[in-house]
């Protein structure tokens, strides 16, 4: 089995916190959705169904932006700008859901964006 750096963000990743907006997800959305990545591609899974999925590319050389493209799902033919980030076994990512590339791990009000807290799952 290949082993991946610390800081590939390729694997299986549950969500432990999110919000939208300025708004706190509630624990039933994060209890029960992993994100996986691998290679290049992304799929999203609640309670075991697929619900969105695509490909993503590193947006810059520092690795801290990447595109998601949506292929399947509610993003299918959208492309969300985000800003990442991996500390050990925690992947914080910013969605820009209105197409702008966030700067900040925030949102609010009216701002379009997804905050999302991911734990690595054992593989």
Request: proline share 3%.
């Amino acid at each position: 089995m290949p082993t991946t750096s610390e800081n590939s963000i390729d694997g299986s990743w549950q969500l432990v916190r999110a919000e939208l907006n300025g708004e706190i997800a509630h624990e039933l959305l994060t209890a029960n959705t992993v994100l996986e990545l691998r290679s290049g591609t992304y799929t999203v899974r609640y309670a075991g169904e697929v619900t969105d999925q695509g490909s993503f590319e590193l947006a810059n050389q520092a690795g801290s932006t990447l595109v998601m493209h949506g292929c399947d799902g509610p993003n299918a033919g959208r492309s969300i700008p985000c800003l990442h980030e991996r500390a050990g076994n925690r992947l914080r990512v910013c969605y820009g859901l209105d197409g702008v590339a966030p700067t900040t791990f925030s949102t609010s009000a009216g701002q379009q964006r997804y905050l999302a807290l991911y734990r690595q799952l054992n593989v």
